[in-house]
């Protein structure tokens, strides 16, 4: 069976310096299982013992980069448009030292400050189809 418990120490060291950021932030192993979350990512729905890709839709994970992250034992970044999140993020998956099956993940929202080629086209469709492109809904 494979180690997936953080250490008191770990854990304290994650909240003192995750719990204020303004985004969710999660310690994750690398089977996916969240070991620890900030409190936005308690706020959205982030629950330890769950595992991240099985929130939301396959392919909102497609872009994932911890696999490479932790193969490569390097922080990875990936700045792109999210459709589940309708936002610009600023995503990392950064492998702890020490902690080779470890990951923090975390992001940014950039939407305010992103070119227009990061988001998808708009689709042209018939205004009174109401489709969510045209209501905003």
């Known amino acids: 069976m494979e180690k997936k418990e953080l250490s008191a120490e770990l854990s304290r060291n994650f909240h003192l310096f ?31 013992g769950t595992r991240c890709i099985d929130s939301g839709k396959p392919e909102d ?8 992250a932790l193969e490569e034992s390097v922080g990875k970044r990936l700045v792109a448009y999210s459709e589940q999140l309708g936002m610009v993020v600023d995503g990392y998956w950064v492998p702890l030292a020490g902690e080779p099956d470890i990951y923090l993940h975390f992001f ?30």
């Open 61 to 68: 994970h497609r872009q994932c980069l911890a696999n490479q």
């Open 18 to 48: 995750w719990d204020n950021y303004p985004s969710p932030v999660m310690l994750v192993y690398k089977d996916r299982t969240i070991l620890d979350r900030n409190k936005v990512a308690e706020a959205v729905g982030c629950v330890p």
């Open 108 to 137: 940014a929202d950039i939407t305010a400050y992103a070119a227009g080629h990061m988001f998808p086209e708009k689709k042209e469709c018939a205004e009174s189809a109401g489709c969510s492109s045209c209501t905003g809904a």
